[in-house]
Every structure is written in C-alpha cells, then in structure tokens.
C-alpha cells in the first residue's frame, strides 16, 4: 500500500484560518483537468483500501469548487453510498437518494427523497478536507457540519471510519488542532494514503 511522504520543510505548522484560506486558493487554482485526474486516482486508491472492502453502506459527498470528487463511487455496485444534506447550523444528514439530487446550501446538490441512514451506522464516510494534518487533524470550511455529526462517534461500536481525501497540496505536516475537531483515521491524496500514528514510506504516483 502506498504511504505518503511529505517533503522536509514542506508547511511545518499552520494555524486553522490561514490554512483554510491559502489552501482554498490553491484548490480553485486547479484546471476541471488536473481534477479530474486526481479524483479519479484517489478513488483507485480508495477502493484498494481494506476499510473498503466487501458490501458496505459508505457517506461520500460530490465535489465543488476544485475538491477531489469521490462521487464514482456512487457507480460501485458492492457499495450503499449515502450523500450528505446540510440544514445550517445542525448536524448532517445522510440519505441514500431515490430520485434526481437537487440543489442545497452552499450550491452543493444533495438528495431531495431516499433513504436515511444514521451517520455512526455507516461503515466509511469520505470526508472533504480544505488540509489536513499527517496526525489526522483536518481543517473544513469552517461550519462545523462533520465534527458536530461525528463528535460522538467513538461511543459507537463500530464506530465509522473517517477517511478525508483532498489534493495531496492539502497535506501539511502539522495544524493547531482545536478541542472539537474530530480527527481522521486515513487520508488519501493522488499521492498515496496516510495512516496517523504509522512510519510513511516514499511514494510516486502510480505505484501500488
């Protein structure tokens, strides 16, 4: 399994806001091409995965604005992929859709009608990441939606694995984790996987 390593002195330390801010730049610099790529690599790797192995209910999400996009996996047959659905200021909802997706908050389209899944009951949740740390700490948007949804989830037996995907630019060596953050069990980049806590091996794009 591929590991990522991060280059020596690549973003040592970076504070919640100015990671948001610097790396939502960079995201919507990205060409609909360079996107596309990554997205699609990223899924490879995702389904590689042995959290993701066998039948399994999973929350994903569709991607905007130049985020990696693990929307195919709503095309693996062996998979229950659930979208989220945001009302502001709540936790998230999660609905297999049944019908056409319309349009949400945020410009993001999501179910209008399906069925709803309790979010500690799903098996994986492909999380989006603005950045995210080499520990697992993740830097959103900045509403909060995934950390209120899944604060609880170590009460949960299972509980879901959190897997955060983004542009491996997204990847820092370090952030200001804040008390609330729920922190990610893997990441996954075009690049390789992270797993918090283990040694990282050097990767290049392609291997397995």
Known sequence: ????????GQHLC??????????LERRMAQSPEAVRRASEVVVRRLLTLPELAGSLRIGAYLGIRGEVDPSALRHVARLEVALPVTTAGEPLRFVVPA???EEGPYGIRQPGEGTEVTPLELDVVVVPAVAVDRRGHRVGHGAGFYDRTFAD????????????VCHSFQV????????WDVPLDL???EAGVIR?????SGARMGED
């Open 196 to 200: 918090p806590g283990m040694a990282h």
């Open 1 to 8: 399994m591929l590991e990522l390593a991060l280059r020596k």
């Open 14 to 23: 970076m504070e919640a806001d100015i990671a948001r801010t610097e790396m």
């Open 153 to 164: 989830r170590r009460n949960h037996t299972p509980p879901p694995v959190l897997i955060g």
């Open 187 to 189: 990441v996954v980049t």
């Open 99 to 101: 019908g056409p997706l």
């Open 172 to 179: 820092v060596e370090h952030l200001d984790a804040r008390p």
